[in-house]
């Protein structure tokens, strides 16, 4: 019997089916990494280190607390705990924690500003915010 493969099952022997999430590319940039350059995945990646470069992520960008991301992200869904120097760019959400700090324009259709967190740039609430990223530069 291989370990890795047979499909995970339950107690009743169902075969478990996995979240979309489960089936996608997960990347960390872990506490003591610098990166300096673009990042692209079709899928997660995690921030827990510091990052100068465009970030984009097909499915969700999480910038964890204490991490500082010194340029753009493009994301379906942004959460952020740490630093953005740059402006943030989601087609479904964006959730800054309360110890979220960004420095720039966020656009998305719903915006989460939990009680702590601090945005000093321009605010968009929109359902396209792929038309803004690129209307205004």
Do not use: C, W, Y
Not at 6 to 16: K, T
Not at 74 to 92: F, K, P, Q, Y
Not at 108 to 122: D, F, Q, T, Y
């Amino acid at each position: 019997m291989s370990l890795f493969g047979s499909p995970a099952r339950d107690e009743q022997g169902n075969e478990l089916l996995r979240r979309r999430t489960d089936q996608m590319p997960f990347s960390i940039v872990a506490k003591d990494m610098t990166i300096v350059g673009d990042l692209e995945t079709e899928g997660v990646v995690r921030i827990e280190g510091h990052v100068r470069g465009t970030v984009r992520a097909a499915s969700q960008i999480l910038v964890g607390q204490g991490a500082q991301v010194e340029g753009d992200l493009h994301t379906r869904e942004a959460v952020v705990g740490g630093d953005v120097i740059g402006s943030i760019h989601a087609s479904e959400r964006v959730e800054l924690q309360p110890s979220a700090s960004v420095t720039g324009n966020i656009t998305a259709p719903r915006i989460a500003v939990l009680e702590g967190g601090k945005v000093s740039g321009e605010v968009r609430i929109q359902d396209n915010p792929a038309a803004a990223g690129t209307a205004g530069g």
